[in-house]
């Protein structure tokens, strides 16, 4: 029988061929032909199109490549993320089932006494049996309901609803791709700290000579106090700032811990170098930056689930309908209940709809194309951030690597000045105090070698980063496996 209900049905799905509401186009989006910071760089082009692995495989460093397999599995912000988008694909399968009916299936059983008129409800029908003494009373019913789906309200709803789930997705991606490269800019800041300590370290090791000599020649009777005493001071500060470095690495070291989901204190790392080279990533047609950010990926989708948002509540302009059904057996005996005699049924369908709310609908429909309207606008807004960072990060490159040029060729000079001022002192030539000047502008130098290595280096994994780490929108899930995506921590 309920198939039989079931099957009646079936005719008005026929009528619900129409979803009121705007089909989805995406947005317009400031896109320039070309990258202008990319102008005068020569682009290295890959051999072919063999996946290289992970896109912090470039710096060619083992522990960085240990550590992001690490951040991957235990980063807690990526887990938050990878958790959103599990309850966001719920919500979409929820959203789905609605365009299905309703079965219940139920059984109750009552005892009551004395003599009396009893009355039961079934599915709407009445039915009166009068009983003298204690007696039981059993209901078996099947019930199904089913929400047509004329306007397409519910299907609409289930549009935003995978929608979001696939702007979750992308985010989820964000927000991996974003740990990664915090963690290299970390590791990258951490490994300048120890090359500036390895620096200072060999500071002082000079220093102490230049203390010896000079306290040498003041034993003799050459030089004054004051040139022991200045020796002996800026042996002093640079041993301070010798120190001074560890409380940066320490707390890189700390930052680096908390991204692995670590404990600060149960994790260390040993000391290393700063990588020699900076890659620079290949840089694509801007066109297809839109496809390779995942937050832009995100903010579109988002403005899908907006749109389809506005015929969710167009749909309350139009009546509803749905369809009910229901067969059961009612007996005071529960052996020969499900019988022939006993079996009730009924079938029916309610059409509602709304006369008077006050306008209610018509601020929903505006309330729900303002917010369509402000998601366009953040979507167009993140795809101009986008391609700024690109630029930004091109032009830092290409300032700093010509700056580093220059700066090596300063350290190449302050070392020699510093050399020659000292072989004059030790022959009396000049006093002391060109020593110091010298060795300053050496140390000075030096030091912004190893930051402009240090910036040059964070650059290229930003410009990494603003170009989407390899990531792309075919990556997200679609329509049809949306609500069963298992999402990887990868």
Known sequence: MIRRVLSAMLPAVLLAACAVGPDYKRPSAPVPKAYK?????????????????????????????????????????????????????????????????????GLAGTRQGGSSSAATNV????????????????????????????????????????????????????????????????YFNLRAADQLQQLLDQTVDGYKKSLTITQNQYNVGVVSRLDVITAQTQLDAAESEDVNVGVQRATLEHAIAVLLGKAPGDFSLPQGTLAATVPVAPVSLPSELLQRRPDIAAAERQVASANAQIGVEEAGYFPDLSLT????????????????????????????????????????????EAAYDGSVANYRLTVLTAFQGVEDQLATLRILAQQAVVQDQTVKDSTQAANIAMNQYRAGIVAYTAVVTAQATQLASQQTAVTLEQQRLVASVTLIEDLGGGWSDKELPDSGDVSDSKPSHQ
């Open 37 to 105: 910071e990319l102008a005068g760089w020569k682009q290295s082009e890959p051999q072919d199109d063999t996946d290289r692995g992970p896109w912090w495989s470039v710096y060619q460093d083992p522990v960085l490549d240990d550590l992001e397999k690490q951040l991957t599995i235990s980063n807690l912000n990526i887990q938050e993320a990878a958790a959103a988008y599990l309850q966001a694909s719920a919500l979409a399968q929820e959203a789905g089932a609605a365009l299905y009916p309703s079965l219940d299936v």
């Open 123 to 186: 599915g709407g029908n009445t039915l009166t049996n009068t009983n003298s003494g204690p007696h039981n009373s059993y209901n078996l019913q099947a019930s199904a309901s089913w929400d047509i789906d004329l306007w397409g309200r519910i299907r609409r709803q289930k549009e935003s609803a995978v929608a979001s789930a696939q702007a979750s997705a992308a985010e989820l991606a964000s927000a991996r791709l974003s740990a990664q490269a915090a963690l290299a800019s970390d």
């Open 325 to 368: 059904g229901l067969l059961g057996y009612v007996n005071n005996a529960f052996s020969h209940l499900a019988t022939e005699p006993n079996r009730v049924w009924s079938l029916g369908a309610d059409a509602t709809e709304n006369v008077f709310n006050g306008g209610a609908t018509s601020g929903a429909v505006s309330a729900a």
